[in-house]
Nanobody
């Protein structure tokens, strides 16, 4: 059974940092592109970051997080990370991990077949 489980969310002050983890189980995801998305109350789910499968040579970021967030993966642990620095109140949202049935990373939520349950990130001003 495919399962993605996010962790690492919480409450942090503006300017602080958090590291989200997404642990995949059921099979290896080394060859799958992985993405992070977020959804704030009353807003649509939006792209945050994505990383290609296998060699993770391609990484993409939303303009709003570029330079502050870093996506990475540890294939040996079947885990993807999102390091979030210099957090802002507008980063407050539920963050979701997702996996594609392809090694090519994209920015579109509809391209991702598997999703975690989400983890809440709240940034106070």
């Amino acid at each position: 059974q495919v399962q993605l489980v996010e962790s690492g969310g919480g409450l942090v002050q503006a300017g602080g940092s958090l590291r989200l983890s997404c642990a995949a189980s059921g099979r290896s995801y080394s060859g799958n592109a992985m993405g992070w998305f977020r959804q704030a109350p009353g807003k649509e789910r939006e792209f945050v970051a994505a990383i290609s499968g296998w060699s993770d040579s391609n990484r993409y970021y939303a303009d709003s997080v570029k330079g502050r967030f870093t996506i990475s993966r540890d294939n040996a642990k079947n885990t993807v990370y999102l390091q979030m620095n210099s957090l802002k109140p507008e980063d407050t949202a539920v963050y979701y991990c997702a996996a594609r049935s392809s090694l090519i990373a994209t920015r579109k939520p509809d391209d991702y077949a598997y999703w975690g349950q989400g983890t809440q990130v709240t940034v106070s001003s």
